[in-house]
């Protein structure tokens, strides 16, 4: 059976990437603690003004952001150094989290989706 709530998604995983994927849900809900919180193409999503804000993903090699193309586009030097795909980037396990980068990369898409919803009304 899936998980249908990201603590049940984050306890499928051993403790040393538990507590990865934990720091990464406490970093969005500190940052954007208006978000909502889902699971959402089978891995924790995040949404503010009913726009998609952040998805993350854990595996057994490495953690997954998926920051929308305008957040990893607006951040591609910095995350020159990791692998990448279209949208997504993968932290290794074995390496520390970035997390000064991806706080700033969780505050540019809070203001991206704050900036359309303004430009809606």
Same mark, same amino acid.
């Given at each position: %059976?899936?998980?249908?709530?990201?603590?049940?998604?984050? &306890?499928?995983?051993?403790? /040393?990437?538990? &507590?990865?994927?934990? !720091?990464? #849900?406490?970093?969005?809900?500190?940052?954007?603690?208006?978000? !909502?919180? &889902?699971?959402?193409?089978? %891995?924790?999503?995040?949404?503010?003004?009913?726009?998609?804000?952040?998805?993350? /993903?854990?595996?057994? #090699? *490495?953690?997954?952001?998926?920051? !929308?193309? &305008?957040? *990893?586009?607006?951040?591609?030097? /910095?995350?020159?150094?990791?692998?990448?795909?279209?949208?997504?980037?993968?932290?290794?396990?074995?390496?520390?989290?970035?997390?000064?980068?991806?706080?700033?990369?969780?505050?540019? #898409?809070?203001?991206?989706?704050? !900036?359309?919803?303004?430009? #809606?009304?």
């Amino acid at each position: %059976m899936k998980p249908t709530t990201v603590q049940a998604y984050i &306890s499928t995983f051993a403790p /040393a990437i538990q &507590s990865r994927l934990l !720091t990464l #849900r406490t970093l969005v809900l500190k940052i954007a603690p208006e978000a !909502t919180e &889902s699971i959402s193409y089978g %891995m924790p999503a995040y949404k503010t003004l009913g726009k998609p804000l952040i998805y993350f /993903a854990g595996y057994e #090699r *490495h953690i997954g952001l998926y920051a !929308t193309p &305008s957040g *990893h586009e607006q951040f591609k030097e /910095a995350l020159s150094v990791y692998k990448q795909g279209k949208g997504s980037v993968q932290f290794p396990n074995n390496e520390p989290l970035p997390l000064g980068l991806i706080e700033k990369i969780i505050l540019f #898409r809070v203001d991206e989706n704050q !900036t359309k919803y303004n430009s #809606r009304k």
